[in-house]
């Protein structure tokens, strides 16, 4: 199996020469990329950029599909401008579409719109706080089931599920969620999607981590049962993020 390894670039870099220094420090490494399903999510303003050199190494994505096709619609992207672009995959509900306002019935429109298009989802859940009582399960499971609404068993194969708890995103490897927690989530998250799509579906959904991923905790992170990761502030160093890359396949 291989495993998925997913950049989300966020509003970085600044400048399109920075954008251009990381993909050639990326690029130097294509060989490890292709031996992982790599994806990277840049900003709207460089999917032409790293849509032109990623070949070698992966897929391009976006951070967001907008639900609208052309039209009047200041500021919208549309689906066939990304594909256009040559995007094949979306990240969709980040927790930060999430606290701008983004509901789980948008995210699930937007996971079916995605599907509809030929896109992948990597459709992002997680609960804000990982609570001595145990009620982020049922976080989870509300947020599973409203973000996935409407999908069905056959999307499965397409679909990437990216467990993003959020009080570990954006911090240091210390901080990330630790390896025996991760597996009982996934384990968790598993069973969620087997109620919901049947055993044999429910097992083609590919279940990423998202948190504070470094080169410094990849290994053991995967150890967890986690069939990739969801990279944000690690993703924009070329060092880092072909350092996670050797760690994936020296697991
Ligand atoms: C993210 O926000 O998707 C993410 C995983 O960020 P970071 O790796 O910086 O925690």
Redesign the pocket.
């Known amino acids: 199996m291989k495993y998925i390894l997913a950049a989300?670039w966020?509003s970085h870099p600044s400048s399109k020469d920075e954008a251009k220094r990381l993909l050639v420090g990326l690029s130097k490494n294509s060989d490890k990329f292709r031996k992982l399903h790599t994806i990277i999510a840049p900003p709207n303003t460089f999917l032409e950029l790293v849509g032109s050199k990623i070949k070698s190494m992966g897929i391009l994505a976006s951070q967001d599909i907008s639900l609208l096709s052309k039209g009047t619609y200041t500021g919208e992207t549309t689906v066939e401008m990304l594909k256009g672009q040559g995007v094949m995959a979306s990240?969709i509900g980040?927790?930060?579409r999430r606290k701008l306002g983004e509901t789980n019935s948008l995210i699930s429109k937007k996971a079916n719109q995605a599907l509809k298009e030929g896109i992948a989802p990597i459709v992002?859940v997680g609960e804000d706080v990982h609570d001595t009582e145990g009620n982020y399960f049922e976080v989870l499971n509300a947020q599973i089931r409203g973000s996935l609404e409407g999908l069905k068993k056959t999307d499965a194969k397409k679909l990437v599920v990216?467990y993003?708890p959020l009080w570990?995103?954006?911090?240091s490897a210390k901080d990330?969620m630790q390896p025996n927690d991760l597996a009982q989530m996934i384990v968790y998250i598993r069973k969620v999607l087997t109620e919901m799509f049947g055993r044999a579906s429910a097992d083609q959904v590919a279940i990423i981590y998202?948190?504070?991923?470094?080169p410094g905790n990849a290994k053991e992170l995967l150890g967890s049962g986690a069939q990739g990761?969801?990279?944000?502030?690690?993703?924009l160093s070329a060092k880092s993020f072909v350092e996670i890359a050797k760690a994936m396949l020296n697991k």
């Open positions: 989300n966020k990240i980040h927790s930060e992002c990216a993003e570990a995103i954006g911090k990330a998202g948190g504070s991923v470094e990761f969801l990279v944000g502030h690690a993703s």
